[in-house]
């Protein structure tokens, strides 16, 4: 019983300290950014580890980054007047980009690897007689289910849900629906299999 306890307290110890103060002990600007972040209304779990090394822009959107999630050097994270909501336990890998033009929902234990590109908005390109960049754009929304893995390199296009359990093979473009616990691969996407 006491080996039991002295091994649950070691546990304890290790994901308060290393996770929480050490973090912030070696990192101290990026404390500073999240008490900022925190001042400017942006929804930030004390236990999401952020690196200095990568960007944040709120505009006029919202952010919420859950426990236990961990933004990598050199991302790119843009709100661009919309909502952003990354859940507990995610990983985002160095190099993603991910613009929340129509808002984005990326549910818990998900991983997204590197390179990835997640943008929630469409240009408008219709007219041949107006600049594309003066028609506007069209914001439907992306939401990634619980415990997917997004592989390198990959793009998902606005107006996407990627179903729980889905693995995304790298360089795939995403541009439908996926269904849950399929594995899919191409450009575009095909579903090659599911999960056994």
Known sequence: M?????????????????????????????????LLTKLQGVNIHPL?????????????GMLTLGKDSFIHDNVIIDTQDGIIEIEDNVSINPFTVI???????????????????????????????ILIRNQGVVNKGIVIGNDVWIGANVVVLDGVEIGNGCVIGASTLISRDTKEFGVYVGNPAKLIRFRE
């Open 2 to 34: 006491i080996i039991f306890l002295i091994k649950i307290k070691k546990k304890l110890f290790k994901s308060i300290f290393f996770k929480f103060f050490y973090f912030y002990l070696s990192h101290p600007f990026w404390f500073l950014k999240w």
């Open 48 to 60: 999401c580890l952020i690196s200095p090394k990568s960007s944040i822009h709120l505009r006029d």
């Open 99 to 129: 613009y929340g033009h129509g808002g984005i929902i990326i549910r818990s234990n998900t991983r997204i690897a590197t390179s990835t590109v997640i943008v929630a908005s469409n240009h408008i390109f219709e007219s041949k007689e």
